[in-house]
């Protein structure tokens, strides 16, 4: 089955303490991306990687960092968390960036106190 | 870059009437128009999906029209059912395979039973 495999689904964290959400695909996808989701602001993406070890801010990068040794893996890193990065947290992949359905993960929520 | 807006944020109807969600885009590059439905709990999934040489296109009761000249789209829900309740994503991506998809803010709709 295709999918996009993201964890953890909820993490509670403090600020300071590092933490990764990990996201895997199985369909051989080039493009994987990163999005948070708050309210009345829709989806904004936060990272993205057009193929393995290419990897480009997106339009929210502040707090974040990502990798993408592997063609299936793009984790989300937070260095030092903070309240502000309380989110709905959505991993995606496509075949490519655009013009192209976007298969998303079922998302992780995580909240920094 | 693009910029896409959506209307309304939020919607309720009475099951069996119908439901509209209007999209505006920026770019008059963009040539791909996707909607995504996000249920509670999960991520968005493609729905439906227009590209620029069609003005509408059909699927049982889910239809999006567009408007190349004015700039926007739009989705259709007809005989409304209780499982359509979701929050609507609208998006916009130019023809060039490298060019991300951009989304609206989305649309929570509740039917009424």
């Known amino acids: 089955e295709a999918q996009v495999t993201q964890n953890p689904r909820y993490l509670i964290t403090v600020t300071g303490k590092k933490l990764t959400v990990t996201c895997s695909q199985n369909m051989n996808h080039e493009y994987m991306s990163w999005y948070r989701q708050d309210p009345g602001l829709g989806l904004r993406q936060i990272y993205y990687s057009m193929n393995v070890e290419v990897t480009d801010k997106g339009d929210v990068p502040e707090g974040y960092k990502v990798s993408r040794k592997e063609k299936r893996n793009f984790p989300l890193i937070l260095e030092s968390p903070s309240p502000n990065q309380t989110s709905l947290y959505f991993c995606?992949?496509?075949?490519?960036?655009?013009?192209?359905?976007?298969?998303f993960g079922q998302g992780t929520r995580l909240t920094v106190v | 870059g693009e910029n896409v807006e959506q209307h309304p944020s939020t919607l309720s109807v009475q099951e069996g009437d119908s439901a509209v969600i209007k999209c505006t885009y920026s770019?008059?590059?963009?040539?791909?128009f996707p909607w995504y439905k996000q249920e509670l709990g999960k991520g968005p999934q493609l729905i439906i999906d227009i590209r620029s040489n069609v003005g509408e296109k059909k699927d049982q009761r889910i239809a999006v029209t567009l408007n190349k000249t004015a700039k926007h789209f739009s989705l259709h829900i007809t005989e409304t059912q209780p499982e359509d309740s979701a929050v609507y994503f609208c998006a916009a991506s130019p023809p060039f395979g490298n060019e991300k998809l951009t989304f609206g803010t989305g649309t929570r709709l509740t039917i009424i039973p």
């Open positions: 770019d008059s590059a963009s040539n791909y």
């Open positions: 995606a992949s496509s075949f490519k960036a655009g013009n192209t359905e976007a298969f």
